[in-house]
């Protein structure tokens, strides 16, 4: 002991270590302070001969070093990093402790070397919300640059409960969350999955799009989950990915999901939950990285409580809810789709096709039970078949002619509500289409809906018509 104080009180070893910019201390195995020289001290906002004699574990609880690194070394007995801070300055150290051994390997002394990060600290926080600012700027001015481009060929209307979902729509865009979308057929449920795959991060992955309703329930396993080689008589050879693999890194919007079967119900609940699925005939999971969308024309909650619809897939696709609205919720926006889609099939069929004021407003009093679908399709046709460059009355098909006269008859028959009115003027439409078209399915193309959704309404009204 006496030879090491003889090293650390001489004059010329005292002039050494306070020339050093880093905090030097020496404490003996006890913790005891035995040299500090006067960049440790200023550090710390004390004199020098404020700290020889006492030892860290008071300093400690004084907060002067907190941690104290000589005190890890003591219980650790190994070489000690650590970051350290003061109570007396707003400011960080990273302290070297090393333990100085006899020969039989017990801690005689140890050496704490300290060294003033707080500016670096300070820069390197600036640094990090600076290119945080930077990323959140880059993203909006991306952002806002897109949705300008989407608009471009994107009808967003400008009815307010319209307005209102698009907001919901690009905010949750944002997220990695599972969206489910519902609303009546032909709302533009996929067109609004689009926008958030789009606007979402995954906008440079793929967007897979699969019609639950519209694959037989043989198939619709293997096409979502894909298959291995020899799973079934017929199969491809080297076996097939499914639609979940194609859309690994972006989005698969599952449209009609009501619509899966119930067997399958349970694998996609798996896949949700742990991301990971089994492909038919195959005995090994596959990992997939997909942000799920689904859809539905159908009140999930009914079908859960009819047991069509499993409640546990509900409530996990059920994590963000955007209800869109019909075309009769939002009557504000039907004369802006009519010119948006009939820009759109003008440019299509080089037509130069425009609409008399007489059709704008039979078109604007119309229930539009296809909702925008619908509206598309008909815009189309009347393009395609108009004799002459202006759209005329004689052009539209003779349900929607009619349609004014039917609501006010139907309106005068009696006591009805708004409900029975719309159903009367629905049945109508549909016995109307049907007589013209002569087929179920021909029907729901001239109507904009799916065959599934145009039988249900057959089945509501006891229509008899025939497949």
Known sequence: MQKILNIIENPFFIKIIDSLSDGVLIADSKGNVLCINQACANFSGKPKSFFIGKDVYHLE?????????????????????????????????IVLGHPIKNEVGEIEYITAQTKDITEIVKTTNKLEETQSLLKRYSEEIFRL???KKLDSHFFSGQSPV??????????????DSTVLLTGETGVGKNVLAQRIHDLSERSNGPFIEINCGAIPEALI?????????????GANKTGKAGLIKLAD???LFL?????????LQAKLLQFLQQKKFLPVGSTKYEIANVRIIAATNLNLFDEVKN????????????????????LQDRKEDIIGLVHFYLIKSNNKHKRKCHISPDVLEKLQQYSWPGNIRELENLIERLVIISADNEIQLKDLPEHLREHSEAIIDT????NNTLNDVLDSVEKRIISNSYAINKTTRKTAEALGITQSSLMRRIKKYNLSIES
């Open 411 to 414: 309106y005068l028959e009696g």
């Open 61 to 93: 609880e004084l907060g002067i070093f907190n941690p104290s690194v000589v005190k890890l070394v003591l219980e650790t007995k190994t070489v000690v990093s650590t970051v350290q801070s003061t109570t007396s300055k707003d400011s960080r150290f």
């Open 162 to 175: 319209y307005l209102t979902l698009l907001k919901t729509i690009d905010k949750i865009s944002l997220t």
């Open 145 to 147: 640059n897109y949705v």
């Open 307 to 326: 047991g069509n619809f499993r409640s546990d897939l509900y409530y996990r696709l059920n994590v963000l809810p955007v209800h869109v609205p019909s």
């Open 255 to 263: 449209d009609e999901i009501g619509e899966l079967p119930i067997h």
């Open 249 to 251: 890194g972006g989005t």
């Open 221 to 233: 396993e293997s096409e979502l989950f894909g298959y291995a080689k020899g799973a079934f008589t």
